[in-house]
């Protein structure tokens, strides 16, 4: 094979690799709508009520679940839900939370 029909095939295999990237790329976020600035959306949503009247969440009170420490306690979760009331529960062990989630008394749950 000559030098030149080498590099046609390469490119011709490299060019066949890449439409599928090409093709996805294009399609994602074409109908979305433009930024509008975090403030504004925040101040427009901080009265605003989600479908629930209150977020039950549960997590253990130590250091491998600090986000959700950091996040109830600096008001970083309070401040995504708007006015849905918060209802914190904590838990020693993961059963114990996990019967919870499964028994319907806890919307989220922070595990391991």
């Known amino acids: 094979m000559s030098a030149a029909r080498s590099l046609v095939s390469l490119r011709v295999i490299a060019a066949t690799a890449a439409l599928p990237l090409l093709l996805t790329a294009c399609g994602y976020g074409s109908e979305g709508q ?64 996990i019967e919870a989630l499964n028994g319907g008394s806890l919307d989220i749950g922070f595990i391991g």
């Open 34 to 97: 433009k930024d509008e600035p975090k403030a504004a959306n925040a101040a427009a949503d901080a009265g605003k009520k989600l479908s629930a009247s209150e977020v039950r969440i549960g997590y253990f009170p130590n250091l491998t679940h600090a986000t959700a420490l950091v996040g109830l306690q600096e008001g970083l979760i309070a401040k995504e839900l708007g006015a849905t009331a918060i209802k914190p529960q904590t838990f020693n062990a993961g059963p114990s939370e």
